[in-house]
């Protein structure tokens, strides 16, 4: 019974995991779209300087 258990426990850590992975991933590719909007915002504000010679 204990091996039983023991190895049902490595595959609900093995979900646990995954699932981790998959959160880390899609924060990794949320922080990269925060960076090219920002990127983005920061190339807007250079273009209103130079427009208007602030």
Request: hydrophobic share 40%; net charge positive.
């Amino acid at each position: 019974m204990y091996n039983v258990r023991k190895a049902s426990d490595a595959r609900s850590n093995r979900m646990i995991y995954e699932n981790y992975c998959g959160l880390l991933e899609k924060f990794a590719d949320d922080l990269h779209n925060v960076a090219k909007a920002l990127n983005d915002f920061q190339i807007a504000v250079v273009q209103c300087r130079k427009r208007y010679n602030i």
